[in-house]
């Protein structure tokens, strides 16, 4: 290490204050520099809004466009929309069976879930998928089926 020439520092960084600076901040003004960051955050504002807008616009568009196709299938499909919606309320009742049991067994077996990770992804693997599966079931068969008919519910 001392047998290293001794160069001239490439480099000089100032570390201090420069005094032209502070006087140029001062000349703008802090009322100045608030407005301008506040003006700022007004068009960041009306950007975001706009964006928002336009996906809201788009959602219900795809919405409304997807509510088309579905009510057009119906009157496609009458009788099959009819048998949709029968299927439907059968398969609410099993799963309002379903979850009836799913809460007995937890109010069963409260304590050992809370005590066992083991216990619980039991519990999970025995009822999560059936209950997953029935959910999408029914969710497909509600979108659909027929909304049923006045002069069925009436009697």
């Not at 502070?22 to 504002?45: K, M, T």
């Not at 409304?64 to 579905?70: A, D, V």
Request: proline share 4%; net charge negative.
């Amino acid at each position: 290490m001392t047998n290293e020439p001794n160069f001239p520092p490439m480099f000089r960084i100032d570390v201090s204050a420069d005094s032209n600076s502070q006087e140029c901040a001062e000349d703008v003004g802090v009322d100045e520099v608030i407005v301008a960051l506040l003006r700022q955050l007004v068009v960041g504002q009306e950007r975001q809004q706009k964006v928002l807008e336009d996906l809201a616009q788009q959602t219900g568009q795809a919405q409304k466009q997807r509510s088309q196709e579905l009510g057009q299938w119906k009157e496609a499909n009458p009788e099959l929309a009819r048998n949709c919606r029968r299927a439907s309320e059968a398969l609410s009742q099993a799963q309002s069976q379903f979850l009836s049991n799913l809460t007995e067994e937890i109010a069963e077996q409260a304590d050992s879930l809370m005590d066992g990770e083991f216990m619980l992804n039991e519990f999970v693997d025995r009822f999560g998928p059936r209950l997953a599966h029935l959910n999408g079931l029914l969710q497909a068969l509600s979108q659909l089926s027929s909304v049923p008919d006045a002069h069925n519910t009436a009697s």
